[in-house]
């Protein structure tokens, strides 16, 4: 009955699968997981390829990138079972019940939504520490504050939908660049009634980066966000909001401006070892408003 859905990407997935093979197997469940290698580096591929030995996995190497929407569009096209299970290649299993607590709850015609956690304690890696704080105080939300805004909340990191429900909405394949998928694919869910239920049911995210390669995905991220503000109006998020507001005002040049000034300055502080998540706001909101 279950489909677990893996998007690989120079990342070793073994201990994930090895994790989510056990747990489906106690289970006595119906299952597959795919995982497709995404264009990874050959020193990724390697270990990964293990995985073809392992009972009930499916993997396979794809000849070039297909991005983070297309990719997971693939695997839901091979995926046989009626119910599939998404979760990015970084994660941990942090939970003996994981899949089961996704099994209790299943409904038709809706999307659960499990959430993501870190580690209590920072890395000992200053050029990690950015992530993690992010992590910590962006993306780790309670589920009580998450189902208050059940769409906004959605990401893609570990979620489980009916198969019919997903291919009927897809993600995006406009969608080339890094970020916003989820918003997108959050968009039509709502558009169709579609409701999110959120699940105390976390994976962890181990796959930390460095604030440098964090930020350049932070501007791919912003450029995508305008594309798919531009292209659907009603796309509603905090950056939004208030770019919405500033450009009303007449405000957005003279603003972009004064930022600009800043903008060493903003990097630095980010790449401290007390980075303020108020000054990456900042940071996003200087990248939105010289955007064209």
């Given at each position: 009955m279950l489909s677990i859905?893996?998007?690989?990407y120079n990342f070793n997935v073994v201990p994930l699968v090895e994790d989510l093979q056990v747990q489906a197997l106690e289970l006595g469940i119906a299952f597959e997981i795919i995982c497709l290698d995404d264009g990874s580096q050959e020193a990724y591929k390697i270990p990964n390829r293990a995985l073809s030995q392992i009972e009930k996995v499916i993997y396979q190497e794809l000849p070039q990138n297909l991005g983070r929407a297309k990719i997971r569009n693939e695997l839901a096209k091979l995926a046989v079972f009626d119910y599939l299970l998404f979760m990015d290649c970084d994660s941990k299993v942090v939970r003996s019940d994981y899949l089961k607590k996704y099994?209790?709850?299943?409904?038709?015609?809706t999307l659960l939504y499990g959430g993501r956690v870190y580690k209590d304690f920072p890395p000992k890696d200053k050029e990690l520490v950015f992530h993690w704080k992010y992590g910590r105080t962006r993306e780790q939300v309670?589920?009580?504050v998450r189902q208050k805004q059940a769409y906004h909340a959605f990401q893609t990191n570990n979620f489980l939908v009916p198969k019919s429900v997903f291919m009927d909405i897809r993600f995006d394949e406009k969608l080339v660049e890094y970020g916003h998928e989820d918003t997108l694919f959050g968009f039509e869910l709502r558009n169709r009634n579609i409701p999110i239920l959120h699940l105390d049911n976390p994976l962890e995210h181990i796959g930390l980066e460095a604030v440098d390669h964090f930020?350049?995905?932070?501007?791919?991220?912003?450029?995508n966000l305008l594309i798919i503000y531009r292209q659907n109006a009603f796309i509603e998020t905090r950056l939004l909001r208030v770019y919405q507001k500033i450009t009303k005002l007449g405000l957005r040049y003279?603003?972009?401006?004064i930022l600009g000034l800043f903008e060493k300055q903003i990097e630095k502080h980010l790449k401290s070892e007390n980075p303020n998540?108020?000054?990456f706001d900042l940071y996003k909101l200087a990248l939105i408003l010289r955007e064209k």
């Open positions: 859905l893996i998007p690989v099994i209790d709850r299943v409904e038709a015609r309670a589920v009580e930020l350049r995905k932070t501007k791919k991220g912003v450029r003279p603003l972009s401006y998540m108020k000054i």
